[in-house]
């Protein structure tokens, strides 16, 4: 329990300062994102202090824990209205897309013999160890479990989906992106249903999926919402059912934030073209500008796309 306590008295005495700026940042973006928050805080002598984990997880410390951070970088933009709506948040900005993959390395076993024709045979196979995220933590476990119901569809298999998942199961289920590559990294998985950022910034091989199951092709936005499936809900003991959707991350300042002007200059700092470059090499597939949902959004994001 010491530990806990302590945790959140730093916490507290974190974002008591006032040049201090708390970030609770999708698991999926930490590593690549990490370079950029050096150069913001040796630019504006601003201390960065980071959260990384699932988005759902990020999203419950703000309503059931009750702790407001200045800014949210989450893998799935539609956790906005899911669970943050007003009076959490007034606007979310759309600022970065990605994809579904399987991700493998060469010691994974038959990593010789995988391609796109048969990477559905070798996941089911019992002798491979295969992991996911939780879909109940973060965006890639529920993405997860559409991509496969999306496969079951295209390679019209039935049972698919079921069969795939029961391959990757719960003890090889964990919390966000970035704690699933490292099981991999460490060769205790063979393989792992990943995004495709995660899998680059690794150095990771991996299977590109068909477009028509890997939840990155906005012009498939119709056929991917004909699945869905269903997670925790906004409290416990409740429930939600999720669609597909093409992947796109969101971000948003909570309207209690402490440090609002630390995090306005932070999100002008994240559209400089340089810095988009930047998270681009590193494999994060910045949009061109943000595509901005509700009222209220700071002029820092001005450039963006309203919807």
């Known amino acids: 329990m010491a530990p806990r306590v302590a945790g959140g008295f730093l916490f507290l005495m974190l974002a008591a300062l006032a040049d201090t700026l708390v970030i609770f940042i999708a698991a999926s ?10 150069t913001f ?30 800014l949210l970088l989450l893998a799935d933009a539609d956790v906005f209205p899911r669970l943050l709506p007003p009076p959490f948040t007034t606007w979310f900005a759309e600022f970065a897309r ?8 060469p010691k994974s076993k038959r990593a010789s013999d995988i391609n796109p024709s048969n990477w559905y045979d070798i996941l089911r196979a019992k002798d491979v160890e295969v992991g996911r995220t939780d879909p109940d ?3 890639a476990g529920y993405r997860t479990l559409l991509m496969l119901q999306l496969a079951e569809r295209h390679y019209r298999k039935g049972g698919l989906a079921k069969s795939l998942e029961e391959n990757a199961p719960k003890r090889n289920m964990r919390a966000n992106a970035a704690e699933l590559a490292a099981l ?31 939840l ?11 699945v869905t499936t269903t997670i925790r809900g906004s409290s416990p003991g409740t429930t939600m059912t999720v669609r597909g959707e093409p992947i796109l991350y969101g ?24 810095v988009l470059r930047q998270l681009r090499a590193a494999h994060v597939d910045m949009l ?20």
Not at 251 to 274: G, N
């Open 184 to 214: 991999l990294a460490a060769g205790e998985l063979d393989y792992i249903y990943e995004y495709q950022s995660v899998a680059e910034s690794n150095g990771f091989r991996f299977v590109q999926l068909p477009a028509e199951i890997d």
């Open 29 to 38: 973006l930490t590593k690549p994102m990490q370079p950029a928050l050096d």
């Open 288 to 307: 061109d500008h943000p595509i901005i949902v509700g009222a209220g959004a700071p002029p820092e994001l001005a450039r963006g796309a309203r919807r």
């Open 137 to 139: 933590a973060a965006p």
């Open 251 to 274: 971000m948003s300042i909570p309207t209690a934030a402490p440090h609002t002007a630390a995090a306005r200059r932070f999100l002008d700092f994240l559209m400089k073209p340089e």
């Open 41 to 70: 805080t040796a630019r504006t002598a601003i201390v960065v202090q980071r959260e990384s984990g699932g988005s759902l997880e990020h999203a419950r410390k703000i309503t059931e824990l009750h702790r407001i951070p200045d």
């Open 216 to 226: 990155g092709d906005p012009s498939r936005a119709a056929a991917y919402r004909q």
């Open 98 to 105: 990605n994809r579904m993959v399987v991700a493998y390395t």
